[in-house]
């Protein structure tokens, strides 16, 4: 049975795409910490991050790093941070988060709720970043 995310990827289920790549792909969380808080996840179904072969982990590690640049571009922050936790969905995927202080990036946070307007604009401003 496919992962949500596997949907996403075989465009059954709409996302706000940052950007992609013949292994990943990347959008935004629809459930977001912050503003521009984006999930970078393999095209192949993978559940584990740490099941994925060496050589892929690293090359998806330099596409986040790729879409953490666009997003410092994009989004008033100090830094992104890097979260992997895995429990959410059976899917590898890696969460980037602009945060300003530590805290910005405790799950236990309540969720922004943005409308869709919000998330296209965000989306857009993000991907133009990436495009540079």
């Known amino acids: 049975m496919a992962t949500i ?24 969380d629809i459930n977001p910490l912050v503003k521009g ?15 994925i072969t060496d050589n892929d982990l690293a090359e998806m590690h330099v596409f986040a790093k790729s879409v953490a640049k666009a997003i410092e571009k994009a989004i008033p922050c100090k830094r992104v941070g890097v979260a992997v936790i ?20 405790l799950f236990s ?3 922004l709720k943005l409308t869709q307007e919000e998330f296209t604009s965000i989306a857009e401003n993000i991907r ?4 540079e």
């Open 128 to 131: 133009k970043a990436w495009d």
């Open 5 to 28: 995310f596997s949907k996403i990827v075989a465009g059954e289920i709409p996302s706000y795409k940052i950007a992609e790549n013949d292994k990943f792909y990347a959008f935004l």
């Open 109 to 111: 946070n309540p969720k």
């Open 86 to 105: 895995g429990l959410e969905v059976p899917h590898a995927h890696i969460h980037l988060i602009p945060i300003n202080k530590e805290s910005d990036m």
């Open 37 to 51: 808080h984006t999930l970078v996840i393999p095209k192949q179904e993978i559940d584990y991050i740490f099941d």
